[in-house]
């Protein structure tokens, strides 16, 4: 337990760090500070691991640009030869054996994520069945839980059907808003960039609406740090999280925060804890729908929806 004289001293240096437009002395003893974990309300591993991610992913960019290595314009001799020069560059501190020793641990796993991203494949119809009797009965989006309806599973076989969008949807996910939201897609659990395959055991099937808000975004914070403004006739405007905030939250979800239901068996929200509070990362929680908090009210029809970013 954080005694609440650290607390006090965190939460002040911090307020100073923010007050001072990040430019005076605070932000260096603000980055000594070691973080409290109450200031994470439970979703340490999901923010800790996500903002590491992104220092390591700016480190790799700062010695190279790996948009060019992914297309295939930098080779392997040029790639080692050009780590160790951007490595001499940025890291004047360390010895030539030191950036050898780095090089030798770089070259290879960047290596690795641009062949992986070349291994997409199409799939058989025997593959998408044996991965539709795989997502259960009724087949589900794996990230949500979401049943796929007859029409999504029909084009998903490549067989004739018709669209058809449901009249109510969640107060936040707004899924179903077109087709795509209901569509069936192939994911892979883990993704290409991180060594995955394309071996049936790390396929896994999505909605559209989860898989489009995943996009290539890989941390809680890639996406613009925004909140949307949603507006419906019955209940008039209100914050809602972005969309990526939400497939982020489901997918390190355990489950509903109240019973633990899964997705196995059950669709899964995503709402905020607070209401008082504004719903970005910390402030969401998974729910099943028996669960949520707004109870029969999360549910509302999908006429007169409409959304709009706000900076934050």
């Known amino acids: 337990m954080v005694h609440i004289d650290t607390l006090q001293h965190y939460f002040e240096i911090a307020f100073d760090y923010l007050d001072a437009g990040h430019l005076d002395s605070s932000s260096h003893r603000f980055a000594q500070l070691k973080d409290p974990d109450l200031l994470f309300l439970g979703h340490d591993t999901m923010l800790v691991s996500d903002v590491k991610a992104i220092w390591v992913e700016w480190f790799v960019h700062s010695i190279l640009d790996l948009k060019r290595v992914n297309q295939g314009r930098v080779s392997g001799p040029h790639l080692a030869k050009q780590v160790m020069d951007g490595l001499e560059i940025l890291t004047p501190g360390i010895s030539d054996n030191r950036r050898e020793e780095l090089s030798k641990v770089l070259v290879p796993l960047i290596l690795q994520r641009r062949r992986s991203e070349t291994r997409r494949v199409s799939y058989s119809l025997q593959e998408k069945r044996s991965l539709l009797i795989n997502s259960g009965k009724p087949a589900r989006c794996w990230i949500c839980g979401v049943p796929f309806p007859e029409w999504a599973k029909d084009k998903f076989l490549r067989r004739e059907?018709?669209?058809?969008?449901?009249?109510?949807?969640?107060?936040?996910?707004?899924?179903?808003?077109?087709?795509?939201?209901?569509?069936?897609?192939?994911?892979?659990?883990?993704?290409?960039?991180?060594?995955?395959?394309?071996?049936?055991?790390?396929?896994?099937?999505?909605?559209?609406?989860?898989?489009?808000?995943?996009?290539?975004?890989?941390?809680?914070?890639?996406?613009?740090?925004?909140?949307?403004?949603?507006?419906?006739?019955?209940?008039?405007?209100?914050?809602?999280?972005?969309?990526?905030?939400?497939?982020?939250?489901?997918?390190?979800?355990?489950?509903?925060?109240?019973?633990?239901?899964?997705?196995?068996?059950?669709?899964?929200?995503?709402?905020?804890?607070?209401?008082?509070?504004?719903?970005?990362?910390?402030?969401?929680?998974?729910?099943?729908?028996?669960?949520?908090?707004?109870?029969?009210?999360?549910?509302?029809?999908?006429?007169?929806?409409?959304?709009?970013?706000?900076?934050t």
């Open 161 to 311: 059907h018709e669209a058809k969008l449901p009249k109510f949807g969640d107060v936040f996910l707004r899924r179903g808003l077109k087709p795509r939201d209901l569509e069936v897609e192939i994911e892979h659990r883990v993704p290409f960039s991180a060594g995955g395959t394309n071996s049936i055991e790390n396929l896994a099937l999505s909605c559209g609406w989860c898989n489009t808000g995943k996009g290539d975004r890989k941390t809680i914070y890639d996406p613009s740090k925004t909140l949307m403004s949603v507006y419906h006739p019955m209940i008039g405007t209100f914050l809602a999280p972005c969309r990526f905030w939400i497939v982020r939250t489901l997918t390190f979800s355990s489950g509903c925060v109240t019973c633990g239901a899964t997705t196995s068996e059950h669709e899964l929200s995503v709402y905020i804890r607070n209401s008082g509070g504004v719903p970005v990362p910390p402030n969401l929680a998974t729910y099943c729908r028996e669960h949520h908090p707004l109870k029969e009210a999360s549910v509302l029809s999908l006429d007169g929806f409409e959304q709009r970013r706000l900076n």
